[in-house]
Nanobody
Framework: QVQLVESGGGSVQSGGSLKLSCAGS????????MAWHRRQRPGARREQVA????????VYEDPVNGRAAISRDNTRNILTLQIDTVKTEDTGVYFC??????????????WGRGTQVTISS
């Protein structure tokens, strides 16, 4: 069973940087796409921020493109996210996710519990 635990949330001044980590456990994580999602306000849907696929391909979503860096360490099962020049709209609960293949065509998604990030102006 895959388990994911985020850390590094808290308060950050606007214009500063935030860095989050996700520690994973369970077999096969190196075969999973690893992503960060965020929920910007209660009741809103989680939106993907960035993903690093198992082959190393990285995709950043528009709101953080040019400001973010996602990386994965498959030997330690650690996923990190850094966002620079943060804005108040970067506030939210950040979730680590593992999108793992099952069989030939299915995907299972595992989620961490999330970590709150608050950007103050």
């Amino acid at each position: 069973q895959v388990q994911l635990v985020e850390s590094g949330g808290g308060s950050v001044q606007s214009g500063g940087s935030l860095k989050l980590s996700c520690a994973g456990s369970g077999e096969g994580l190196s075969n999973c796409g690893m992503a960060w999602h965020r929920r910007q306000r209660p009741g809103a849907r989680r939106e993907q921020v960035a993903i690093v696929y198992e082959d190393g391909t990285i995709v950043y979503e528009d709101p953080v493109n040019g400001r973010a860096a996602i990386s994965r360490d498959n030997t330690r099962n650690i996923l990190t996210l850094q966002i620079d020049t943060v804005k108040t709209e970067d506030t939210g609960v950040y979730f680590c996710a593992a999108h793992c293949p099952i069989g030939d065509s299915d995907l299972a998604t595992y989620w961490g519990r999330g970590t709150q990030v608050t950007i103050s102006s």
